[in-house]
């Protein structure tokens, strides 16, 4: 039985007996964003999943989809079962630190564009590839 992300949270609250100010806190926002999340169907952004993820040891699936199990079974850390185009744009929201958040956007959008770049030299040499082969 799938469940919603709201629920989801509510049983980690339940799991190890919080409140949504503790919560918060483990998630770097405040508690009236938490009680968004939980009543009006929000989700938190990456760094506030990477930050529950870290301190509470569930499952990333888990949370996002409600697929598998509350708690992950490897030992792996959160960051190794992550993509490296996602971690590239964690490295720059977190070297920006307080950063106007229109820089950090900026920031990151040059991550996706030489992402894209990349992406479109790979086919291009996979084209070149099949073409002279």
Known sequence: MSSSFSERLNMIIKEFKLDKASLATAGGIK??????????????????????????????????TGEGEMFAESEQSFEDNLPLFTK?????????????????LEAMKAVIEGEIEDEKNIRLGDREQIVSG
Do not use: C, H
């Not at 999340?37 to 888990?62: A, C, H, M, S």
């Not at 977190?94 to 106007?100: F, H």
């Open 88 to 104: 590239r744009l964690m490295d720059v929201e977190q070297s920006m630190g307080k950063a106007a958040r229109l820089a950090k």
């Open 31 to 64: 508690p009236q964003t938490v009680s968004g999340y939980i009543n009006d169907g929000r989700l938190p952004n990456q760094r506030t999943l990477e930050l529950w993820l870290r301190e509470f040891k569930v499952d990333g699936t888990w949370l996002l």
